[in-house]
T-cell receptor, first 113, second 119 residues
Framework: KNQVEQSPQSLIILEGKNCTLQ??????????LRWYKQDTGRGPVSLTI?????NTKSNGRYTATLDADTKQSSLHITASQLSDSASYIC????????????FGTGTLLAVQP | NAGVTQTPKFRILKIGQSMTLQCTQD?????MYWYRQDPGMGLKLIYY???????DKGEVPNGYNVSRSTTEDFPLRLELAAPSQTSVYFC??????????????????FGDGTRLSIL
């Protein structure tokens, strides 16, 4: 069964600190993996998209890694800011004719001053 | 650039009522999608469209209908509202390749959602 699991479910950190969010998937065949940021009351916004051959991709203070062998990804946030408080969603796209995106349930991050 | 616009933002319906959730995009994207997001669950695909006049079912299409008469608009119709349809609905769009094979690395652009309660 195609699944995307994220951990932790929620996380509280102090402003300025770093954190790492995890994503494990069992989706096959694999096409690409995406990280989205969803602010409260808003739609998800794309942070990074990685294909099978990409190990690392950065977007400002966000750095995503992908290990396609172990089917794991992480999102590292450096020098967190209050505006980083949001839900972070891992999404895996399955290869094939059907438009298949499998969404994780998200990690809710709260950055406190 | 407005991106993906959804209306209304909030709505309360009574059981058995019907309504249409509106979605429009101004990016000339060919693919459009409707998702629902329930508490503690990942987004689930309801319907999608690969272009004007073409729609297809997603994972959870029961109780919903869609149409795509133009590239810009992709309305979602609830005919007989049920409490199980209480959710947050998101519309999204993306630009896919000319082959229509949905395996590109283009991100989906989401609207800000419609929060629907059915009582």
């Amino acid at each position: 069964k195609n699944q995307v699991e994220q951990s932790p479910q929620s996380l509280i950190i102090l402003e300025g600190k770093n954190c790492t969010l995890q994503c494990n998937y069992t989706v096959s065949p694999f096409s690409n993996l995406r990280w989205y940021k969803q602010d409260t009351g808003r739609g998800p916004v794309s942070l990074t998209i990685m294909t099978f051959s990409e190990n690392t991709k950065s977007n400002g203070r966000y750095t995503a890694t992908l290990d396609a062998d172990t089917k794991q990804s992480s999102l590292h946030i450096t020098a967190s800011q209050l505006s980083d408080s949001a839900s972070y969603i891992c999404v895996v796209r399955s290869w094939g004719a059907t438009n298949k995106l499998i969404f994780g349930t998200g990690t809710l991050l709260a950055v406190q001053p | 650039n407005a991106g993906v616009t959804q209306t209304p933002k909030f709505r309360i319906l009574k059981i058995g009522q019907s309504m249409t959730l509106q979605c429009t995009q101004d990016m000339n994207h060919n693919y459009m999608y409707w998702y629902r997001q329930d508490p503690g669950m990942g987004l689930k695909l309801i319907y999608y469209s690969v272009g004007a006049g073409i729609t297809d079912k997603g994972e959870v299409p029961n109780g919903y209908n869609v149409s795509r008469s133009t590239t810009e608009d992709f309305p979602l119709r609830l005919e007989l509202a049920a409490p199980s349809q209480t959710s947050v609905y998101f519309c999204a769009s993306t630009k896919e390749g000319p082959t229509g094979y949905p395996n590109s690395n283009q991100p989906q652009h989401f609207g800000d959602g419609t929060r629907l309660s059915i009582l």
